[in-house]
Antibody, heavy 118, light 106 residues
Framework: EVQLVESGGGLIQPGGSLRLTCVVSGFTVSSNYMNWVRQAPGKGLEWVSVIYNDGRTYYGDSVKGRFTISRDNSKNTLNLQMHSLRAEDTAVYFC????????????WGQGTTVTVSS | SYELTQPPSVSVSPGQTASITCSGD??????VSWYQQKPGQSPVLVIY???KRPSGIPERFSGSNSGNTATLTISGTQAMDEADYYCQAWDSSVGVFGGGTKLTVL
């Protein structure tokens, strides 16, 4: 059974750092395109970042230079290191698999909530 | 940066056909996927590569994409289809979502 379980969210002050983790079971993270997608309260979905199966990484303009996506093949997990957090980064963060390579997000986690506030 | 535009809301009567559009420059040259999201839940893929349905998605969901507009069509809409719907495409290596459309079944 495919499962994606995010963790690491919480309340953080502006300018702070946080690391999100997505624990995956049922498939191999390194064989897929893995993404982070976020949703601010009451707002729509926003794509954040992707790591390809070959290791290349890409970011949305709003997080470029502040967030880093990575994976731990030994643990079959996906990570998102977030620095210089801003109030506008407040959102539910979902990890999502794209098994076809820029085709579609076919499996999603339940999300973890990040709140940036003083 | 690339943008996808959706109507904020669409209303449909039960049993009728709902159409949700997604517009973007030369969108027909890209593959579009559609996601359904109900309150408090994670998104669910309902259409990918413009017209394909994942297993488990009812046949009443269909898609098309041509020119600058992609369309999600729900035939014989049911009350359970009331949800937010998002289109998504890739602009080179950057993912883009539409702003979302709230489908009301009344």
């Amino acid at each position: 059974e495919v499962q994606l379980v995010e963790s690491g969210g919480g309340l953080i002050q502006p300018g702070g750092s946080l690391r999100l983790t997505c624990v995956v079971s049922g498939f191999t993270v390194s064989s897929n395109y893995m993404n982070w997608v976020r949703q601010a309260p009451g707002k729509g979905l926003e794509w954040v970042s992707v790591i390809y199966n070959d290791g290349r990484t890409y970011y949305g303009d709003s997080v470029k230079g502040r967030f880093t996506i990575s994976r731990d093949n030994s643990k079959n997990t996906l990570n998102l290191q977030m620095h210089s957090l801003r109030a506008e980064d407040t959102a539910v963060y979902f990890c999502a698999r794209d098994s076809g390579g820029r085709v579609a997000f076919d499996f999603w986690g339940q999300g973890t909530t990040v709140t940036v506030s003083s | 940066s690339y943008e996808l535009t959706q109507p904020p809301s669409v209303s449909v009567s039960p049993g009728q056909t709902a159409s949700i559009t997604c517009s973007g420059d030369k969108l027909g040259d890209k593959y579009v996927s559609w996601y359904q999201q109900k309150p408090g839940q994670s998104p669910v893929l309902v259409i990918y590569q413009d017209i394909k349905r994942p297993s488990g998605i009812p046949e009443r969901f269909s898609g098309s994409n041509s020119g600058n507009t992609a369309t999600l069509t729900i035939s014989g809409t049911q009350a359970m289809d009331e949800a937010d719907y998002y289109c998504q495409a890739w602009d080179s290596s950057v993912g883009v979502f539409g702003g979302g459309t709230k489908l009301t079944v009344l």
